[in-house]
């Protein structure tokens, strides 16, 4: 009898894998891994807990302080550029001050309370 081609993929064992089918799934692996690390999220630091994350570097990239203020960069460059969130040019490069993002949150629950 002859085998189905291709065998299922419950048939096929890690030694019978093409080299190519091996390093697809490294690189999959290796994206994976990328898109963990840069989207790791901000954890806050309250009272005596340390702050990981982007949250614990003083200045921020507008991807960075998007992803901590969960929205999208379209959303934060018009408040930047409007000067509601203070930030500062290095070289090419736009850095928002974290300290900045938290005064930033502070004046707008207190708007939305006081409303």
């Known amino acids: 009898m002859a085998k189905n ?3 299922d993929p419950i048939d096929i064992t890690t030694k019978q894998r093409t080299r190519h089918e091996r390093h697809w799934q490294q690189g999959q692996t290796r994206i ?3 898109k963990a690390s840069s989207c790791s999220e901000a954890v806050v630091a309250v009272g005596n807990v340390e702050a990981s994350g982007p949250a614990s570097k003083l200045l921020v990239s507008p991807q960075e302080a998007a992803e901590m203020l969960s929205v999208d960069r379209s959303t ?3 408040l930047l550029m409007s000067g509601e969130i203070p930030s500062i040019k290095i070289g090419r490069s736009r850095r928002i001050p974290v300290s900045a993002l938290e ?3 502070e004046n707008e629950l207190n708007q939305q309370l006081a409303a």
């Open 76 to 78: 934060l460059y018009p």
């Open 103 to 105: 005064q930033w949150i």
């Open 32 to 34: 994976s891994q990328r």
């Open 5 to 7: 081609f291709p065998p």
